[in-house]
Each structure stands twice: as structure tokens, then as C-alpha cells.
């Protein structure tokens, strides 16, 4: 089992300790070492959760501007059909 590591965080600065836990964890997804600490991890997540990080229109991601897409091409010709 691997020991703790502390990584220096690329956001903040601050030191955090990379368990031998999440190593193993992080190991078995094929994940790298993480590069920023716990709380600069989950402030990034809560940013693209609430619609930043160029998400169209917050709460669908890149799912809801594909269909706005689908629904914009489809124009006109989509009101005939009914």
C-alpha cells in the first residue's frame, strides 16, 4: 500500500495530503494524482454545476445546446409536418 503523499495544490498553493486510500482509488479508475486540493476541487465542480465554465443556458450542459441546436435547424419545416 502506498503512503500519504502532500501535493501542493496548482490554484491556491496550500498543501493537502493525498491519502494511500485515494491513491489506490484514483490507481484503480486510472485517474492521475489530483492537482488541486478538496476545496479548490469541489468550488470548481460547484462553477460547472451552476452553469459556468461556457454551459449553455446552466442545468444541461452541452446536451441542452445541442438540442436547442437540433430544434433551431429544424426551423419552419418542423411547424409544416404537424
Known amino acids: 500500500m502506498p503512503a500519504d503523499t502532500t501535493l501542493t ?3 491556491c498553493g496550500q ?5 494511500s486510500g485515494e491513491q489506490d482509488f484514483y490507481a484503480s479508475r486510472g485517474y492521475s ?3 488541486r ?3 479548490c ?3 470548481r465542480k460547484a462553477e460547472r454545476d451552476s452553469g459556468g465554465y461556457g454551459s449553455y443556458g ?3 450542459g452541452s446536451h441542452s445546446y445541442l438540442l436547442e441546436l437540433r ?3 429544424a426551423g419552419p419545416v418542423s ?3 404537424r
Request: charged share 25%; glycine share 12%; with cysteine.
Open 58 to 60: 446552466g442545468g444541461g
Open 41 to 43: 476541487r469541489a468550488a
Open 15 to 19: 498543501h493537502f495530503t493525498f491519502t
Open 9 to 11: 495544490c496548482r490554484d
Open 79 to 81: 411547424a409544416q409536418r
Open 33 to 35: 494524482e489530483p492537482s
Open 37 to 39: 486540493c478538496p476545496d
Open 71 to 73: 430544434q433551431r435547424s
